[in-house]
C-alpha cells in the first residue's frame, strides 16, 4: 500500500518563508509525478505546484510562480515545495499527491498540512 505523508505547515507572517516536504512509501511505488494541491476554507481544491518524476519537469500555478519552487529528491521518493514570499491568500490547506504508473490522474493522497499566514 502506498502512502503519503505531508509536513512542515505552520503559522507564519506575510512575507515569510516555509517549506513542505512530502514523502511518498509503499509498494509499488512507481510515479508519474508529485504535486501539491490546496484547499481554503470555503474554496476548492487547487493546483500549486507538481513535478514529472522522470526528467524533473515542474509546472505551478500562475498565483505562485515566482515564489514557490518544487524540487525532489528521487532516492527518498520526497518532494519538496519551497514557498517564499508568502501571502494572507496562500493560507490553506496544502495537500500532496501521487500519480502513479497507470494512473490516469492523482491517485494517492495525503491527509494535508495547514499553512496559515497572517498579515
Known amino acids: 500500500q502506498v502512502q503519503v505523508v505531508e509536513s512542515g505547515g505552520g503559522l507564519v507572517q506575510a512575507g515569510d518563508s516555509l517549506r513542505l516536504t512530502c514523502a511518498a512509501s509503499?509498494?509499488?511505488?512507481?510515479?508519474?509525478?508529485m504535486g501539491w494541491f490546496r484547499q481554503a476554507p470555503g474554496k476548492e481544491r487547487e493546483f500549486v505546484s507538481s513535478i514529472r518524476w522522470s526528467g524533473g519537469s515542474t509546472y505551478y500555478a500562475d498565483s505562485v510562480k515566482g515564489r514557490f519552487t518544487i524540487s525532489r529528491d528521487i532516492r527518498k521518493n520526497t518532494v519538496y515545495l519551497g514557498m517564499n514570499s508568502l501571502k494572507p491568500e496562500d493560507t490553506a490547506a496544502y495537500y500532496c499527491?501521487?500519480?502513479?504508473?497507470?494512473?490516469?490522474?492523482?491517485?494517492?493522497w495525503g491527509q494535508g498540512t495547514q499553512v496559515t499566514v497572517s498579515s
Open positions: 509503499g509498494r509499488p511505488l512507481s510515479m508519474v509525478a
Open positions: 499527491a501521487v500519480q502513479r504508473v497507470g494512473a490516469d490522474a492523482y491517485d494517492v
